[in-house]
């Protein structure tokens, strides 16, 4: 029973429109589901990933407008990354970059990796990873854009770094209860701060892998737009996610119980930093209820919320994808 990997981050947007005019136009990832938060279902949910909506590719989105930013602190998904095949495909970005405004730092080596970090207009803290030929957990399919070259699109989700106070009871559950494993540290760039370790699962690579940025220093994060709601990590199938929710149970970790999100089954809990894990099946994927080459185009509902359709369509507010960058 092994972890595959990184299955997608949700963070949290204050308006969904010019989160899609970035994520889509500037990133150039694929609008893969349009659908609704479950839990409240006024709310969109927004699903970005490579061309074929792979699981480990996929950025997420809550639409709260309205939404105060956040604070950043320990207790945090801190920052999100993105898999590119090459150093070459960083400075290609670089230039784009540039060209929209977008915030951006030098290319900096971090885990013996080319990176460039970038903020979105939220001040979600990205990081875009170069895979360089290594070998570890797949690359996603690039979606096809005329004006980003396929061997420089994004193609996947990289490391996430979680900032905390104190590492060791973050390192506990992800090594004696996640399976996660020790492959390294390097230097923080943010000062003079105790090296960010590095744990793997899976094949490894910079798909399968999490980041601990130790900083006792800061105070907890307030999560508000552009804060990372929750990470959640692959399970290749059901009969091993039922293992894992048998295994969450019998380590005595409070946790939300099986939840069906229809694309894919879901389970939470909270690290002892506080920070919201989910383990959730690459099975059965976006393509169940749409075409593979429809999939994004209009409002999709699980089936358990399509009796309700007209009643939830009614209580969303309008939202016009086509704005203009």
């Known amino acids: ?40 279902t006024q709310s969109y949910h927004l699903f970005y990933a490579d061309g074929e909506g792979t699981p480990g ?62 903020k979105d207009y939220e001040g979600t803290r990205l990081l875009l990873v170069a895979d360089n030929g290594e070998k570890g957990v797949r690359a996603g399919v690039p979606w096809k854009r005329e004006d980003i070259p396929l061997e420089h699109a994004i193609i996947g989700l990289g490391p996430v ?32 701060h105790r090296d960010i370790l590095v744990y793997a699962t899976g094949k490894g690579g910079s798909g399968a892998e999490v980041h601990i940025e130790t900083r006792p220093d800061l105070p907890k994060v307030r999560l508000g737009r552009g804060g990372v709601h929750h990470v959640a990590f692959r399970v290749p199938n059901e009969e091993e996610y039922n293992k894992w929710a048998s295994r969450l149970n019998e ?50 509902l699980p089936p358990f919320l399509e009796p309700k359709r007209k009643e939830i369509e009614e209580k969303l507010r309008p939202l016009d994808l086509d704005e203009t960058l």
């Open 161 to 192: 770094t979680l900032t905390v106070g104190t590492p060791e009871p973050t390192v506990d559950v992800l090594t004696n209860i996640m399976g996660f494993r020790y492959v390294g540290s390097y230097p923080s760039l943010a000062g003079d």
């Open 251 to 300: 380590n005595s970790l409070p946790n939300s119980g099986k939840v069906e999100r229809y694309y894919f089954k879901a389970l939470y809990f909270r690290e002892p930093n506080g920070i919201l894990f989910e383990l959730s099946t690459d099975t059965p994927g976006f393509a169940t209820d749409e075409p593979l080459e429809k999939m994004g185009q209009t409002l999709a």
């Open 57 to 118: 590719t996929e950025v997420t989105f809550f639409d709260i407008p309205g939404l105060a930013r956040t604070h950043q602190g320990a207790s945090d998904i801190s920052t999100v990354s993105l898999r590119v095949k090459s150093t070459d495909s960083l400075h290609f970005w670089k230039e784009r970059f540039e060209q929209y405004g977008v915030e951006y730092e030098e290319i900096a080596k971090r885990a013996n990796r080319d990176t460039l970090a970038f």
């Open 1 to 40: 029973m092994e972890l595959l990997g990184l299955h997608h981050v949700s963070i949290l947007t204050g308006k969904a429109e010019k989160n899609y005019q970035f994520f889509t136009k500037v990133l150039g990832m694929r609008l893969v589901k349009k659908t609704v938060n479950q839990d409240n």
